[in-house]
């Protein structure tokens, strides 16, 4: 599975969020994805790299349809997804 900024992916919960970019600690050098929700007020969250790309852990999840953490959307635009962010 390839990661692509700027697209959207949905969580295995459920919730659909927009990857922004890859970024890296600035002590660790840990990869990064820094990724916005799709509802709500918006929030910004980052995980790890190796995580974000990981598979749904069937053991502690064994009725998840979905193979991986995160799963790339066919969507070309959030329009219709997201909340409006309050001021």
Do not use: C, W
């Not at 969020?17 to 970024?23: A, C, N, Q, T």
């Not at 509802?39 to 193979?67: A, I, L, T, W």
């Amino acid at each position: 599975m390839q990661l692509i900024p700027g697209r959207i992916y949905k969580h295995f919960k459920g919730d659909l969020y927009l990857v922004e970019d890859v970024v890296y600690h600035s002590e660790t050098k840990e990869k990064l994805v820094l990724y916005r929700a799709l509802y709500g007020s918006g929030k910004r969250y980052v995980r790890p790299y190796e995580m974000f790309m990981s598979k749904v852990d069937r053991e502690k999840y064994p009725n998840v349809e979905q193979e991986y953490r995160f799963q790339l959307q066919d969507r070309e635009s959030v329009a219709g997804f997201v909340e409006p962010r309050e001021k």
